[in-house]
Structure formats: C-alpha cells, structure tokens
C-alpha cells in the first residue's frame, strides 16, 4: 500500500482562506432577521408614543364644554387622524369614547351585575320562549354594558374614557420568516396599536343625577 502524502505547497488542512465568509453566511439571515425585528418593534414604539400623544392633547380637548357636540369630536378625531397618516399613511383607526360617573368606575370598567345562568360570559338575550337573563341596569341606559360605561361624551364632570386603536400593515415582512401557516401569516401581516385616557369633561354646570339601578332582562 502507498501512502501519498500531500505537497508541503498546498496544506488543506490548515487552510484558513475563505472562513469569514462562510461564518458570514451562516450568521446573516440571523442578523437580518435580528435587525428587521429591532425597526419593526421601534416603529409601532414610535407610533405608539406619537399616538398616545396625540390622543391626550384631543381629550383635553373633548373635555372642554364644547367637546359634547358631534361635529367637534368629529374634527377631534380628524386631528388624530393627520397626526397618524403622516407616520403611517395606509393606517386605519376606530374610535370610542365611554363616560363614566367617577373615575373609580372608568378604571374598573366592570360589567353591570347580570346572572348568568348558562355561564358563557354574556349577558344572553331572550330565547325559545325564555326571557333574557336578568341584569341591573346601573346607568339606566336601557341595555346591558360589559364595560358598564355608556357610549359617547357624557355631560358635566362624567369621566370619558377615550379610546383610538390604529391598524396598519407591518412595515417589515417578518410574518414571511415567523409564521408557521397561512393563518399565522395574515395575522401578523398588521400592526394593530390602541392608546387610551380618561379625563373629566370640564364643570360648565352641574353633574347629571343618575337614577337609581334597575333590574331589566337583556333585549
């Protein structure tokens, strides 16, 4: 048997030329994917700063007397709007605004007392024949709250609790590397961001008497 050995000009073995680029391109996809999850977490940090900034400038304002009126929380939601298109021009927002009688209430946002027979979470509406199961209808409103809040501005000295949530298409594709399946993918495909706060609309007169609770059954 004869053993070659190889030419003292060509030492394979302890060849080093080359490495850095293959190390290279293991590590980068990592990298990458490293650095695309550092922009897309600072972007919806910056919108959320950006929005929630935004939002309490308008609540302030919406607390003023002539916030209750319609067309001016309409051109308050306007302003939170420019504010948000211009760091995120395709972004849709809804928007909420929940007044409570204390702040006490706005903070718990506890659903009106209601007994639920069937267990399911809900305050359930009449069915087969059965009456609706019976709730107490705390702010009169004539239906059953979950948040226990009722809809809109409120009057004098209730407390709003004002709400925008923000949705908008990730910025960086990182759904294409993370998502297991096609669900997963659509999922992660949007930014969804809310921002919320609670202020009292301004004294210009008395605060409204609320009526004592009153057992209903849900419509």
């Given at each position: 048997m004869i053993r070659k050995s190889l030419p003292e000009s060509v030492p394979l073995l302890s060849d080093r030329r080359g490495s850095a680029v293959v190390e290279f391109a293991?590590?980068?996809?990592?990298?990458?994917?490293?650095?695309?999850?550092i922009f897309d977490t600072a972007h919806s940090l910056y919108m959320r700063s950006v929005?929630?900034?935004?939002?309490?400038?308008?609540?302030?304002d919406s607390a003023l007397e002539s916030g209750t009126a319609s067309a001016q929380q309409t051109a308050l939601d306007n302003?939170?709007?420019?504010?948000?298109?211009?760091v995120a021009n395709n972004a849709t927002m809804t928007f909420t605004r929940r007044y409570y009688r204390t702040f006490s209430d706005a903070?718990?946002?506890?659903?009106?007392?209601?007994?639920?027979?069937?267990?399911?979470?809900?305050?359930d509406p009449p069915s087969g024949g059965t009456p609706g199961e019976p709730y107490i209808d705390a702010n009169n409103n004539n239906k059953?709250?979950?948040?226990?809040?009722?809809?809109?501005?409120?009057?004098?000295?209730?407390?709003?609790?004002?709400?925008?949530?923000v949705s908008y298409p990730r910025f960086f594709p990182l759904y294409n590397f993370l998502a297991t399946d096609a669900a997963s993918r659509d999922a992660m495909k949007v930014t969804k961001i809310t921002a919320s706060t609670v202020l009292e609309n301004q004294p210009y007169s008395e605060q409204g008497s609320y009526g004592a609770p009153v057992t209903r059954n849900c419509p």
């Open positions: 293991i590590v980068a996809p990592v990298l990458c994917l490293l650095l695309l999850g929005l929630q900034g935004i939002i309490q400038k308008v609540a302030r302003k939170v709007r420019t504010s948000v298109n211009a903070a718990a946002a506890k659903a009106e007392t209601w007994t639920d027979t069937n267990g399911n979470g809900t305050c059953w709250d979950s948040d226990g809040g009722n809809d809109g501005q409120g009057g004098a000295k209730d407390r709003v609790l004002y709400t925008v949530v």
